[in-house]
């Protein structure tokens, strides 16, 4: 869970991003964000080790500001995919799966819902994260890929190109109790026959990086 200081220091932020400020307030993001994510991803270590994002934006090549206006924590995240949560003003999002696939990992999960027997163990992954509260997002492309048929009985999974499941929650009362927490393990525990799905039938990306 995290403390009511912790949107207060968002809100904050908002209107004073620039990195003097940031330095300036630096105890009450470790003290209000940083530590309350800590341990909750003490919590969650059976899901594999926890990444905690920087709270600088590079600002080299893209227009944005100095200092980044969500908290987010990456949990069991190899190269097939893992666990999410964030908290920003926006909400709190819990997600899992495979966030921006390279292009060979997008081939090789259409393979796999293009074979009945590997799309039947998706959908009943996708079915346990629903039931835990997780949806998965809507199609990116507009149009069937390349090389398979416009009436694929599976043409919307094809259509896919963000292969995660996610909730938005509102910023609630809750978030500042125990149930936070709680709501969290439910949701990524749903989650996990899905990253095991993606770790066997799409794995890591065979592309050499840029």
């Not at 200092?67 to 709190?92: H, M, N, P, T």
């Not at 590997?118 to 997780?134: H, M, Y």
Request: aromatic letters at 10%; glycine letters at 10%; a neutral charge.
């Amino acid at each position: 869970m995290w403390p009511p200081e912790a949107l207060d220091f968002l809100r904050d932020l908002e209107d004073n991003n620039d990195r003097d400020w940031f330095k300036a307030n630096r105890g009450r993001y470790d003290a209000h964000l940083l530590e309350p994510g800590r341990e909750l991803a003490g919590r969650l270590t059976d899901l594999g080790e926890a990444h905690f994002f920087r709270p600088y934006n590079d600002t080299r090549f893209h227009l944005r500001p100095p200092i980044k206006e969500q908290f987010g924590i990456a949990i069991g995240y190899g190269g097939a995919g893992g666990y999410y949560v964030e908290l920003s003003l926006d909400g709190l999002l819990v997600a899992a799966g495979l966030h921006q696939p390279a292009s060979d990992q997008v081939e090789r999960f259409r393979a796999a819902i293009d074979d009945g027997r590997r799309a039947a163990a998706f959908e009943r992954a996708v079915e346990t994260a629903g039931a835990a509260g997780l949806a998965v997002p809507d199609p990116e492309l507009k149009r069937a890929p390349r090389g398979y048929s416009p009436d694929h009985p599976r043409i919307d999974r094809l259509r896919m190109k963000e292969l995660t499941v996610y909730r938005r929650h509102p910023l609630e009362p809750w978030l500042h109790e125990p149930t936070c927490d709680d709501l969290i393990r439910t949701e990524l525990d749903g989650a996990r026959p899905l990253v095991a799905w993606l770790g066997k039938h799409v794995g890591p990306s065979q592309r050499p990086r840029r």
